[in-house]
């Protein structure tokens, strides 16, 4: 059972990451006039989802900024979802691919619920406003920041 040591060892990482380099490569084939509309929103908020999962993992001594940012990734994922919506609609996308993604997203967004119902296991520290003391304890005791586990997610 390792931990994790960065935001790049989590499953959902990982899952956005290829999510959105499979986003942009099938937008490539969306119309010229869509460039600066359809293929511009749908690139960014499916790479903002791991934008998100990375600056979630950032903050995660503080619960409350942890959770929003992952619900910030949850809502970007919800967003390309949307957004290959509109690309079926208008017929850019194969319904296979559009499928393919869509359960991509499903997945991602579980993965990045069940990160908000388990906070706890990823937030190990109390709020607080003296950063000195958040950062004495963790010299202190360094082995809290790689001890605790999340197979799930990694």
Not at 31 to 53: G, N
Request: charged residues 35%.
């Amino acid at each position: 059972m390792a931990a994790a040591k960065s935001f790049r060892d989590l499953k959902v990482y990982q899952a956005a990451r290829e999510a959105a380099l499979r986003i942009f490569t099938v937008t490539k084939t969306f119309p010229r006039e869509e460039r600066y509309a359809l293929t511009d929103q749908i690139r960014r908020s499916s790479r903002a989802v791991k934008a998100m999962i990375a600056e979630a993992w950032a903050r995660r001594r503080y619960k409350a900024a942890f959770i929003n940012k992952v619900d910030e990734a949850l809502g970007e994922a919800n967003e390309t979802q949307s957004w290959l919506d509109d690309a079926l609609d208008d017929g850019y996308v194969l319904k296979e691919d559009f499928q393919e993604l869509d359960n991509r997203y499903q997945a991602i967004g579980g993965m990045l619920s069940r990160m908000i119902d388990r906070a706890d296991d990823f937030c190990k520290y109390a709020a607080s406003t003296d950063y000195r003391s958040d950062a004495n304890r963790v010299e202190e005791q360094p082995e809290m920041l790689t001890e605790h586990s999340f197979s799930e997610f990694f």
